[in-house]
């Protein structure tokens, strides 16, 4: 049972241009998420993040928006840019005291941005 | 910068064989985790160390071992190595176990098991 889920394994979107990348969670425990991304051969980077507690964050071109009802999340980049193309994971994690800080993470999405 | 680093880059393994898979941070960090990612899909938590002298078990730790020597590392031993744990592991630090702190990562060591 996978705890939390990105749907598209791919995004393909021309320069200049949004790309949405969307995330969806099935445990009602989770309240921080995370995305990072990651280029081949690389280990992942931690790009933005969002408490429960919110339902925006906004960093330069990315921002983070947070539907709690509906157990989803989606990371939009603004205007893309040919360096964006990477593998996008979203990763939740719990405020629970036996947590320490574990994070559980989707299978990613691969996004290419067309010069 | 060194941040985590990860010793080897790439291992080829025959099955049966033995390997600790090496991760030190320089960052003086609590808390550090291993995982695994096969393809296509998401990282999954093997174990981790919520601070120096603790390691607990994750998501997948079968035929694994753990060992947080000190506060700086953190090794994964496969006892006896199975093609099905062929995959890419990475070794992640941050500071304390608090979840709104994001992990750093090193590049990973990928492993390949005959």
């Known amino acids: 049972d996978q705890q939390v889920k990105q749907n598209s394994p791919s995004l393909s979107v021309q320069e200049g241009r949004i790309s949405i990348l969307n995330c969806d969670y099935t445990n009602s425990m989770f309240d921080y998420f995370l995305w990072y991304k990651k280029y081949p051969a690389e280990g992942p980077t931690f790009l933005i993040s969002?408490?429960?507690?919110?339902d925006k964050n906004e960093d330069g071109r990315f921002t983070v928006f947070l539907n709690k009802s509906a157990k989803h999340l989606s990371l939009h980049i603004v205007p893309s840019q040919p360096g964006d193309s990477a593998v996008y994971f979203c990763a939740a994690s719990a405020r629970v005291s036996t947590n320490a800080g574990k994070s559980t993470f989707g299978d990613g999405t691969t996004l290419t941005v067309k010069p | 910068n060194a941040g985590v680093t990860q010793t080897p880059k790439f291992q080829v393994l025959k099955t049966g064989q033995s390997m600790t898979l090496q991760c030190a941070q320089d960052?003086?960090?609590?808390?550090m985790y291993w995982y695994r990612q096969d393809p296509g899909m998401g990282l999954r938590l093997i174990y981790y160390s919520a601070s120096e002298g603790t390691t607990d078990k994750g998501e997948v730790p079968n035929g694994y071992n753990v060992s947080r020597l000190n506060k700086r590392e953190f090794s994964l031993r496969l006892e006896s190595a199975a093609p099905s744990q062929t995959s890419v592991y990475f070794c992640?630090?941050?500071?304390?176990?608090?979840?709104?702190?994001?992990?750093?990562f090193g590049d990973g060591t990928r492993l390949s098991i005959l």
């Open positions: 992640a630090s941050k500071p304390t176990p608090a979840v709104d702190q994001p992990q750093h």
């Open positions: 969002i408490s429960s507690i919110k």
């Open positions: 960052m003086n960090h609590n808390s």
